[in-house]
């Protein structure tokens, strides 16, 4: 097993809209498995979805910002970096360009970063931040702010707006994280986990728990669903719990599918990942759910980053709904009832 750095004394997250995880684990992944940060990442995406957080977080990491960027000087920028591989680039570069930016053409942007690409030279990584629609109206009415693209009129006309003249980016990115279940603290961990200078591949792989009754994670790759298992909040004693207790795991793994389900998830996951990174995709990220997010899926979660980690993967956990309070309605009836 690699070494490993570990905060904290388990993976743990809780938050009032999501979850707020206070730590996280890492360790060094094969030399196969390292894919290093880009050296210029463009940071775009809908406003209100966090572009301030993820920049104020790489600033932090030491990389250097330039937020709001004209693209009529985009060029320009990049053209008069030195070249790779000499002393003059000190820290990676961090990009933020949105609609609200001066002379902002989507089409523009791609191609541009398409040109500079094919001429080779540093790396150039996209980052899009997504939100669902409703999340992003209630943050613009809890700040009382106005969006950028709809000043005299409603926020959610403007969200819209938006979103049509983003959608080319947010297909052509090739990372997305969608903030609707985050708070600043998470989407921070997320940013320091995945673009951090210091542990090169620490975030190949993410997991996660969610709860269906609270939608599907929209940046997931794989989802898992977990509701053929039985289901602990039916039991009054354990209820209260969440799959880190040991009594809920304890009733989890009780489960007679368990063990054979767990097995052939866990085997298929350790042949698809290490073809996702031969493919050049950096960022995997695995979600596992059950009905509310607070039993089966974070144990099952758990579970299978223990797994990936003996097997020299770099998981993440995070729990998305651990925090939500447990609720009848959205568990539906117990089975056999």
């Known amino acids: 097993m690699h070494p490993c750095r570990t905060r904290g004394s ?3 997250g809780q938050s009032v809209r999501g979850f707020r995880p206070d730590q996280d684990r890492a360790c060094d992944a094969p030399d196969f498995l390292v894919t290093p940060p880009p050296e210029i990442l463009l940071v775009t995406g809908m406003s209100g979805a966090g572009k301030s957080t993820v920049l104020k977080t790489l600033e932090d990491l030491g990389w250097e910002v330039v937020d709001n960027l004209p693209l009529s000087l985009l060029d320009r920028l990049l053209n ?4 790779e591989g000499t002393e003059g680039m000190q820290r990676p570069l961090a990009l933020g360009i949105g609609a609200r930016t001066r002379d902002f053409d989507a089409a523009q942007v791609v191609a541009q970063v398409d040109r500079l690409r094919a001429k080779g030279g540093y790396e150039i990584g996209t980052l899009f931040l997504d939100c669902d629609s409703d999340e992003l109206a209630r943050r613009y009415d809890e700040t009382r702010r106005r969006h950028p693209l709809a000043l005299d009129r409603p926020a959610r006309d403007g969200i819209e707006r ?6 080319p980016l947010r297909r052509w990115a090739n990372r997305l994280i969608d903030t609707s279940h985050f708070n ?4 921070a961990q997320q940013v320091r986990a995945a673009f951090s200078r210091s542990g090169l591949g620490d975030t190949i792989v993410s997991v ?3 709860g269906f009754a609270r939608g599907l994670p929209g940046d997931a790759d794989l989802v898992f669903d977990m509701r053929f ?3 602990p909040h039916w039991e009054p004693s ?3 719990g969440t799959g880190q207790d040991e009594d809920v795991a304890a009733y989890i793994v009780a489960d007679p599918a368990y063990a054979d389900a767990l097995r052939r998830i866990e085997d298929l996951l350790l042949l698809l990942v290490p073809r ?4 050049g995709k950096a960022y995997v990220t695995i979600a596992f759910g059950c009905t509310g997010g607070r039993h089966r899926s974070v144990h099952v979660a758990e579970r299978v980053a223990g797994r990936l980690l003996n097997a020299g993967f770099s998981p993440t956990v995070t729990h998305r709904d651990l925090a939500a309070a447990p609720q009848d309605a959205l568990e539906g009836h117990p089975i056999g009832q």
């Not at 938006?162 to 959608?167: G, K």
């Open 10 to 12: 388990g993976y743990r």
């Open 80 to 83: 008069a970096l030195p070249p």
């Open 162 to 167: 938006e979103r049509e003249l983003l959608a």
């Open 184 to 187: 600043a603290n998470a989407l």
């Open 208 to 210: 996660m728990s969610f």
């Open 229 to 231: 298992l039985r289901n």
């Open 238 to 240: 354990l209820r209260p």
């Open 276 to 279: 996702y990174i031969a493919e």
